[in-house]
């Protein structure tokens, strides 16, 4: 028997009609008090602040709610019964609303924050979404079947997978992928909503705790990614994949798998060289200091050599173009050391050993006649020609096989070019070279080297190029003129090269 | 000016705990390379020969490698460790388990079909990373390469050289060698071998020696210096490599009688080359560089120099001296080839060449200190710590490590206040040199006896 109350107690249900809820949360919180009309007072003043009647209806309405009525004895469910229908008590009553119940959006908001419109808004959106994701069910069901040759069991026709439907799918798949990216901030890469790739299962990089030097990847770079590694494990040679390692390529060409992967892709297509060359030359301008690329190269013109070997003509072409290429490399950067590495490989495989090469280095030196890498090109065309040097001739020793007008030739060469510039090592280097390898002595440049010293050791010195003093240490020792070398490193340590100081001070050691 | 160790502190630190720029992405692959100078970095300024300490403080401060995180760096090292030998460069080049498939038919185990996800380079770094992350103690030395697969990654390294004796970086299923011929990967050869092999065991695990050194042999050019190989164009770096790599084989030789015999054997003129590289420093003046600043790009990893234009024609006559410097020289850089703009790295490769080369031919391979330090700290140590390429140059982490590596090295033994002691030849602070020494040698106790001598 509910107890009865003594004392009166003013009433406390809220008579006041709601105003307008103006958020989610609101509105579940009026149908909540609607539905639990004693529980705001309850909460206030405690139960034994009710008035008796509230309080008996309070009691009544536990009952009710948790469906518990069949307990009592059949008289006090009568006598239940009447009370309950006297205060016309809600027969159910809802839980208190949680404000986290809805979730929260992809700004982190609590969706119970949402105005009523937004709410319905973002209802329909999901509702969209949910649509959409069961036609691109039913796209891949249809595919599956059209490509399994199967029938519909109603109407026995064959299902097929026109370009329309792929055309509506990619439309479906983007707006899929803006409801996705609106409703959840989940991103839907590229490849994800191509139907092209649906077959392909993708392996996500995994990052262990602990992790270092971790990049903020581009969006896509991730994913892409992932599809790489699936189709590479699997080995698969096919247009697509060819497509994407140039997407790879394009945010990370220092990825170094990848390009093995699309040689070997390009081997089972058997792609044209010159297909992959106008790509690849793109590439290479862009990405200049990148070593993979040149390598790539490389390896191309390995493949593709065997087929032209044959014809010379068709050799010479093509060396043509790649030495074309290589130049329009340079312009961007003289000395791209990858550059020139392949260009090295180039004249060994495609016999470069001819006038155009050395006419094109000694343009190069002519633009810039401090330029290293042409000028030790130069030295390797020269005297690594297989019409004439030995084979395995070191760079630093003697190679009788090469004729002495070609060393003549040289010597005039260098010194001719270190006129314009005497504090330009390269020359100078370039004539030391040129005489061990033609087995001269450096005494044949003595007056030659002598020009740019005058007064050494006077006050009326003038030195023209340091390296012709260092040269002319050389020189002196070569002749058993021990007190002239000393002089020379003698004035470089103390005035012509002061920052080799402990060099030349060693060297003098040595005399 | 002095080294301005905290905001170098900063910077690494900075780099230690933030994603890296997505300018990083093109280095995706070679993750280790990254984190390897972010640590050694970490190590160098924070070793206890870091510290210049006062007579009555016994205690020197904790390393800034925080020793709650060594376990979990160390098992992200080991986690980019592959079934088939060596490292791969980053988790971008790491297969789920369940994928791979690959048996080994004469090690009878199962590997991996993806060989070509091991990298030499990877591999290199891997194992300094894991002697700089070793603790003091005897079960740390135990512990630093337990689990590495000695046995696999020196038959996988045995595979990445070439009938040249040159190596590349990595190796495919069918046994395709790939990557170009490059003196780092001899460099970093002769490295793996020394820690993983020993010193006279494990024949049957060696690569093939007196190739490696006769290719280096190859690959000196006609001005003394090395370059990548055979009659290419001489490049500082290279040239270290090549000495220091030679040096590694005659430190796993240990001969008293001979202790230069492989860089003596591997270098075809010492002499010449030790000029070459005393020749790479040279003045510093902003009017050059103000000149050359427009045409450089902003590669990280690259060197993209431009050169001021030549514009004398062949009828010059011969100009009066006017460009020879005279005067005592305060700013010196260094450059990687001839007629090239300083870059801070090349007073690295140029200062570690030369200081191993001393072994050689002793006193002729100093470089002035002063003016080579003054531009570090003056001209290309940034203001938020780190140092960049070239002058007036954001920091990245390559050259901000290279640049501690570098003053480091020039100080020898009078060292650089606020940087540890310097292991030229492995490019880590001696403390943790001692520490890969160590490691290597309970690998070598704990090693299988496989050598057939």
Not at chain 1, 420 to 439: D, H, I, M, R
Not at chain 1, 492 to 507: A, F, P, Q, S, V
Not at chain 2, 183 to 206: E, F, K, P, Q, V
Request: include cysteine; proline fraction near 5%; charged fraction near 25%.
């Amino acid at each position: 028997m509910p107890p009865k109350g003594k004392g009166a107690a003013k009433a406390k249900i809220p008579d006041s009609k709601p105003s307008e809820p103006q958020t989610v949360l609101q509105r579940a919180q009026q149908v909540y008090e609607a539905t639990n009309p004693l529980e705001a007072a309850r909460e206030q003043h405690g139960l034994n602040g009710l008035s008796t009647v509230e309080r008996t209806a309070y009691i009544n309405s536990e009952f009710v709610s948790t469906g518990t009525t069949d307990q009592l004895g059949k008289k006090a469910q009568k006598e239940l019964w009447k009370q309950v229908n006297e205060a016309s008590i809600p027969p159910r009553k809802l839980p208190k609303p949680k404000p986290e119940a809805w979730g929260k959006d992809k700004y982190g908001r609590n969706i119970a924050e949402y105005g009523l419109e937004q709410f319905h808004d973002r209802s329909d959106k999901i509702l969209q979404l949910a649509t959409l994701k069961l036609d691109s069910k039913e796209f891949r069901d249809t595919r599956y079947r059209a490509s399994r040759k199967l029938k519909n069991g109603l109407t026995g026709e064959s299902y097929v997978l026109t370009d329309e439907d792929i055309e509506a799918e990619k439309e479906r798949r983007k707006e899929m992928a803006a409801l996705m990216d609106d409703l959840y901030g989940e991103k839907m890469g590229s490849y994800s909503v191509d139907p092209a790739w649906d077959d392909v299962v993708p392996i996500p990089q995994t990052e262990p705790e602990g992790a270092l030097a971790a990049i903020a990847y581009p969006e896509d770079y991730a994913e892409s990614t992932s599809y790489l590694r699936a189709v590479m494990a699997a080995k698969e040679y096919s247009p697509r994949c060819l497509k994407l390692t140039e997407h790879i390529i394009s945010m990370n060409p220092a990825h170094y798998t990848v390009w093995l992967y699309r040689f070997a892709i390009i081997q089972h297509l058997d792609i044209p060289l010159l297909d992959e060359l106008t790509w690849l030359n793109e590439v290479s301008l862009d990405f200049q200091k990148n070593y993979q690329i040149w390598h790539h190269r490389q390896l191309l013109t390995d493949h593709y050599y065997p087929t032209i070997a044959g014809t010379p003509d068709q050799v010479k072409r093509f060396a043509s173009s790649e030495r074309d290429f290589m130049m329009e490399m340079l312009i961007e950067d003289a000395k791209n050391y990858h550059v020139w590495t392949y260009r090295q490989y180039a004249v060994r495989k495609l016999g470069m050993w001819d006038e155009d090469e050395l006419r094109s280095i000694s343009g190069m030196i002519n633009q810039d006649v401090r330029n290293n890498s042409a000028w030790s090109h130069r030295f390797f065309i020269v005297f690594s020609n297989p019409a004439y040097a030995t084979e395995g001739s070191h760079a630093t020793e003697h190679d009788p096989a090469i004729p002495a007008e070609i060393v003549d030739r040289e010597v005039e060469y260098a010194k001719e070019k270190i006129k314009l510039a005497p504090q330009n090592q390269s020359p100078w280097n370039y004539l030391k070279g040129v005489l061990v390898k033609g087995g001269r002595k450096l005494g044949s440049v003595r007056e030659y080297t002598e020009q740019y010293v005058d007064d050494l050791g006077q006050d009326t010195e003038q030195v023209r190029s340091s390296h012709a003093l260092d040269q002319l240490v050389d020189i002196y020792v070569e002749a058993g003129e021990k007190e002239k070398a000393d002089l020379c490193l003698r004035r470089l340590g103390e005035k012509w090269d002061r920052i080799r100081l402990g060099y030349w001070e060693w060297k003098r050691t040595t005399l | 000016m002095e080294l301005d160790t905290a905001r170098h502190i900063r910077y690494f630190q900075r780099c230690y705990k933030s994603v890296l720029p997505h300018h990083y992405t093109a280095n995706d692959s070679s993750r280790l390379a990254l984190a390897y100078f972010i640590l050694a970095a970490f190590d160098l300024l924070s070793s206890p020969s870091s510290y210049t300490s006062a007579p009555d403080s016994s205690a020197t401060p904790p390393s800034l490698i925080p020793a709650a995180d060594r376990p979990r760096l160390r098992a992200w090292v080991l986690s980019l460790q592959h079934r088939s030998g060596g490292f791969c460069g980053s988790p971008q080049h790491v297969l789920p388990r369940e994928i791979r498939r690959g048996y080994d038919g004469e090690l009878r185990v199962q590997t991996a079909d993806d060989p070509e996800n091991a990298n030499i380079a990877a591999t290199y770094f891997a194992l300094m990373l894991l002697g700089i992350l070793a603790d003091e103690s005897a079960e740390g030395a135990a512990s630093t390469y337990r689990h590495v697969d000695r046995v696999a990654t020196l038959k996988w390294l045995k595979r990445l050289q070439r009938p040249d004796g040159s190596f590349g970086e990595l190796v495919q299923d069918d046994g395709t060698i790939g990557g170009g011929r490059d003196m780092r990967y001899c460099y970093m050869a002769s490295t793996i071998r020394w820690i993983l092999r020993g010193n006279h065991g494990d024949r049957i695990l060696d690569f093939d020696v007196h190739k490696l050194v006769a290719y280096m042999r190859r690959s000196q050019t006609f001005d003394g210096g090395i370059a990548e190989s055979e009659m290419g164009e001489s490049h500082a770096g290279y040239g270290y490599c090549a000495v220091s790599a030679l040096s590694i084989l005659d430190l796993a030789e240990e001969d008293a009688e001979e202790p230069n015999k492989s860089l003596q054997a591997g270098i075809a003129d010492i002499p010449a080359l030790v000029h070459y590289l005393v020749c790479r420093q040279f003045a510093y003046t902003d009017e050059e560089e103000d000149e050359e600043e427009d045409e450089d790009g902003e590669n990280e990893d690259g060197e993209n120099e431009g050169e001021p234009p030549e514009t004398l024609t062949t009828d010059t006559p011969i100009p009066e001296m006017a460009t020879l410097s005279i005067d005592y020289v305060n700013i010196a850089g260094f450059s990687g080839r001839l007629n090239k703009i300083p870059d801070t790295c090349y007073t690295w490769w140029v200062a570690g060449a030369l200081r191993i080369l001393d072994a050689a031919l002793p006193g002729a391979t100093s470089v002035d200190r002063a003016s080579g330090r003054a531009f570090l700290l003056e001209k290309t140590q940034h203001v938020i710590g780190g140092f960049g390429k070239h002058v007036d140059r954001p920091p990245d982490v390559y050259h901000s490590y290279l640049g501690l590596a570098a003053l480091a090295t020039m100080a020898g033994d009078e060292k650089e206040a606020g940087l540890g002691l310097f292991d030229v030849r492995l490019c880590i602070g001696k403390e943790a040199a001692a520490r890969v020494a160590r490691g290597r040698d309970f690998v070598l106790a704990g090693a299988p006896r496989t050598e057939e001598a």
